[in-house]
């Protein structure tokens, strides 16, 4: 069996290395040159670090990232509202959860799949098929041939709109800024991700590398549909009465570290393969990061895809309709938690209350308790 996976990201290198794992052969195709990364920071649950870390055979990968061992809700003040651990006593996760950067975990992976599997300036622009193979077309008038192409090409998914055009992503209301900046502060702690909760807004830390005191941190905040996000002034004023440590962390980064722009997601998707296409990631269940699972559940599908392609003989069709049975409840639970959660963060009038988060949190730890695999 030969796979086409069209997106060089983390989702698509990460199932390159499940296929190959299965003995499943694959070629990736990028439209950047050369593949990056893009964005600056990425969260993986612990479910997600244990996939990586069978993927790649050794624990070597934590190295590039840091371990981050309680959520911790506060208030815009500062004050802690609910504090609980990455990883429950019960769940008996051998994994830590983990904080990367995301160029260094896309080199980490690029570098494990290897430059040989990855054909970068492909970009695709349609998908045509029979009952016998799929064939991915490119802007380059060139095209390709496999047993089965995944889309694994984002938000904005080239072989979703090739599919099924009437897909599309939606503005969420709201905005984002993301930046990257070397910051120590005694109420910043480099173990715990701290959720500082505003009405409407929010302000997220993360410790990256505790030797540098690098940290990464996104402020989300609601906004008119079709507005553009806030510069860096207006961010400011927008988080005006939120601890100074925080305000200054802010201002300590610099332009060319930070990232502005409006936050988009995707609608649930009942229908994830089409003969012999599948979807893989953001390009089915694009989420919103308030919870930040979204990467550790396209870790979770991409194995389970590589296992259903590699548990025949059997038609291709029913394997890639075996996957989406055993993804999608899952994938469709923890995007309605995400739904929640950002209802309560961004939109609800009443200020974020332990009581209010405590039943969310349950309901998202006892749907990770139930291991998909």
Avoid at 32 to 50: C, D, F, L, N
Avoid at 344 to 355: E, G, I, N, T
Wanted: proline residues 5%; aromatic residues 8%.
């Amino acid at each position: 069996m030969n796979v086409g996976i069209i997106g060089g990201g983390l989702n698509g290198l990460a199932l390159g290395l499940a296929l190959r794992l299965f003995g499943i052969d694959f070629t990736i195709f990028e439209r950047s040159s050369p593949p990056g990364a893009g964005g600056s920071g990425i969260y993986i649950w612990p479910q997600g670090v244990q996939i990586l870390t069978a993927l790649l055979g050794d624990t070597g990968l934590l190295a590039e990232g840091h371990c981050i061992d309680f959520l911790t809700t506060l208030s815009r003040s500062g004050d802690i509202i609910q504090s609980q651990p990455v990883r429950p006593h019960e769940q008996q996760i051998a994994a830590p959860a983990c904080m990367f950067l995301r160029e260094r975990l896309h080199a980490a992976l690029l570098a494990r799949v290897g430059a040989g599997c990855v054909v970068a300036g492909r970009a695709c622009v349609g998908i045509r098929q029979d009952s016998g193979s799929a064939t991915a077309l490119f802007h380059d008038g060139g095209e390709a041939t496999f047993d089965v192409i995944v889309g694994a090409d984002g938000i904005h998914s080239a072989v979703r709109r090739a599919l099924w055009p009437d897909r599309r992503a939606v503005d969420s209301g709201l905005g984002v800024s993301r930046g990257i900046v070397p910051f120590a502060h005694e109420r910043l702690w480099d173990d715990h991700c701290q959720i500082f909760a505003g009405q409407h807004r929010r302000i997220v830390t993360y410790c990256t590398r505790a030797e540098t005191h690098e940290r990464y941190w996104f402020a989300a905040y609601t906004r008119e549909a079709n507005k553009p996000a806030l510069g860096s002034a207006a961010l400011a004023q927008r988080f005006d009465d939120f601890p100074p440590f925080l305000r200054e962390m802010l201002a300590a980064t610099r332009a060319e570290d930070t990232l502005e722009g409006v936050l988009r997601e995707l609608p649930p998707c009942d229908t994830w393969s089409s003969g012999r296409v599948v979807l893989l990631g953001d390009s089915v269940h694009a989420q919103l990061p308030t919870i930040g699972y979204g990467l550790t559940l396209g870790l979770e599908n991409g194995f389970m895809l590589a296992q259903a392609l590699a548990s025949g003989p059997f038609d291709i069709g029913q394997a890639l309709r075996r996957y989406e049975r055993r993804a999608r409840a899952r994938s469709q639970e923890i995007v309605e938690l995400t739904r929640r959660f950002t209802e309560l963060f961004y939109f609800a009038d009443a200020p974020v209350s332990s009581q209010a988060l405590q039943p969310l949190y349950e309901r998202f730890t006892a749907t990770l308790s139930s291991s998909p695999f």
